[in-house]
């Protein structure tokens, strides 16, 4: 079956740092999702990747897959304390199936 | 816009209990999914229906009941819920299959076996 895993676990960084969130996958993936989730509340959707080497980006979040389509960053620039929350991870590797989801990184971000 | 509804938020239960958990969706959506989030655990799948009136396995289906029996509804049986079952539940749904499009999700149902 297939694994996502992320790093790292959990993060804290100062508002106005920039960070970066890992999610590989332990087979090709047919489509990358990135979803963040406030504490105590639902999903929401941020991205969704399905191309090798695609990048996409929303206010200051960007996220790529690379080539090979194992593996997606997610990238906050310029951090702020409405970033906060546990970023997840979601894919599929066939494009029909539900979506396997990584255990999450959880942000905090500190004035 | 609702969305996906989940009813209740809260639930504390006794061993042994039972309870349906109800998920409802005014997007017209035809899949809809039933998700457990645990610390260190992430978001596990439990049952999902691709269509009125289908359910599958998820990957921890033990335990667990669900029905499809509208379209617009996915209900989440626990015949006699265990502390194992602690849990917050989550209910999602999409209109194609979720590896090609966008999940949305409910705000979780908050669940105590004690």
């Known amino acids: 079956s297939q694994e996502l895993e992320q790093s790292p676990q959990s993060l804290i960084v100062q508002e106005g740092k920039n960070l970066t969130i890992n999610c590989t996958s332990s087979?090709?993936?047919?489509?990358l999702y990135w979803y963040k989730q406030k504490y105590g509340e639902g999903l929401i959707f941020l991205m969704m990747?399905?191309?090798?080497?695609e990048e996409k980006s929303h206010e200051k979040i960007t996220a790529k897959l690379d080539e090979k389509k194992q593996q997606s960053s997610l990238h906050i620039t310029a951090s702020q304390p409405s970033h906060a929350g546990i970023y997840l991870c979601?894919?599929?590797?066939?494009?029909?199936?539900?979506?396997?989801f990584g255990k999450g990184t959880r942000l905090s971000v500190i004035a | 816009n609702a969305g996906v509804t989940q009813t209740p938020k809260f639930r504390v239960l006794k061993t042994g209990q039972s309870m349906t958990l109800l998920c409802a969706q005014d997007m017209n959506h035809e899949y809809m999914y039933w998700y457990r989030q645990d610390p260190g655990m992430g978001l596990r799948l439990i049952h999902y229906?691709?269509?009125?009136?289908?359910?599958a396995k998820g990957e921890v289906p033990d335990g667990y009941n669900v029905s499809r029996l509208k379209k617009q509804n996915f209900l989440l049986g626990l015949e006699s819920a265990a502390p194992s079952q602690t849990s917050v539940y989550f209910c999602a749904s999409s209109y194609g299959p979720q590896g090609r499009t966008e999940a949305f999700f409910g705000q979780g149902t908050r669940l105590t076996v004690v």
């Open positions: 990747l399905q191309k090798g080497g």
């Open positions: 229906s691709v269509g009125e009136g289908t359910t």
């Open positions: 979601g894919a599929d590797s066939s494009g029909n199936t539900p979506l396997v």
């Open positions: 087979k090709t993936l047919y489509g």
